[in-house]
């Protein structure tokens, strides 16, 4: 709470820009800036929610919209200097420091586990949130289009919910800090929800996936395997099959060879 306070104080000497600076802290948070960017969120909410009453519905209508955008730029460009420099750009020390090797490949096997999903739980986690969005795009294994939808679809849960309760809590500072509390609690309960609920769904489509990919594999050989017959019945019906005819005279050791087939 001491934080927004600060942060509140200092928009609050800037506020003709307001809406500018927490769209540029915001930015800077994507790119590990060391500010929480719930505070920023919960900072820009008081900040619409104080001054003249009748226009609070459009102020927070504005720091909405700017602070929504203002993490899809922050996460995007992130993800977009992974994307054009590739694994080159951990030889720059301050993002070698955010991607260590070794928080890449552990990021790496998430990926290969739960796919895209990864990039909606990363926004949840301020630890993995940088990390993972370079890691996507360094990879290349995930769209541009594929990481706005799926940032965006956390961003607009996120978002929303920190800007209101800086915005309702900005003329009762002690609720704000009980909601505040609550806030966290809910969104770390949404995370661990969110998490099994994908755990499960992953693994229940596995099994699925194994089971439908066995049975092919039954099918196959068995398809081969009836082939493989057929085609020795074929073969047999090929070969032609001869008879000896014996000659009735005395002389042994003579007869006649006929082709049955004829």
């Not at 420091?97 to 990021?107: H, V």
């Not at 909606?120 to 986690?125: D, E, K, Q």
């Not at 489509?205 to 082939?227: T, Y």
Request: charged share 20%; aromatic share 12%; proline share 4%.
């Amino acid at each position: 709470m001491e934080h927004i306070e600060k942060l509140v104080a200092w928009l609050a000497g800037y506020q003709d820009y307001s809406y500018a600076i927490v769209f540029a802290i915001l930015i800077g948070c994507g790119f590990g800036l060391p500010i929480p960017e719930d505070v920023v969120l919960v900072s820009g909410g008081i900040m619409s929610g104080v001054g003249d009453a009748e226009h609070h519905l459009m102020h927070l209508t504005y720091m909405l919209i700017i602070s929504f955008a203002g993490v899809l730029a922050g996460d995007g460009t992130m993800y977009l200097l992974g994307r054009i420099f590739g694994y080159r750009i951990q030889k720059f020390r301050p993002m070698r420091a955010i991607l260590p090797p070794s928080r890449f490949a552990k990021i790496q096997k998430l990926f290969n586990r739960y796919g895209i999903w990864v990039l909606f739980i990363a926004r949840f986690l301020p630890v993995l949130r940088s990390p993972t969005f370079l890691c996507a795009g360094m990879s290349r294994r995930v769209s541009f289009f594929k990481f706005l939808l799926m940032d965006g679809f956390a961003a607009a849960i996120s978002v929303p919910i920190w800007v209101l309760i800086g915005h309702y809590g900005a003329q009762n500072r002690e609720d704000l800090a009980r909601w505040l509390s609550d806030g966290k609690t809910g969104i770390l309960i949404f995370t661990v929800l969110a998490v099994s609920a994908l755990a499960l769904f992953i693994y229940r489509r596995n099994r699925k996936e194994k089971e439908a990919q066995r049975l092919a594999e039954e099918k196959k050989a068995a398809e081969e395997k009836e082939q493989q017959i057929q085609a020795e019945h074929t073969e047999d019906k090929k070969k032609p099959s001869f008879t000896i005819v014996k000659n009735s005279g005395k002389k042994p050791g003579t007869g006649t060879i006929v082709n049955s087939d004829d």
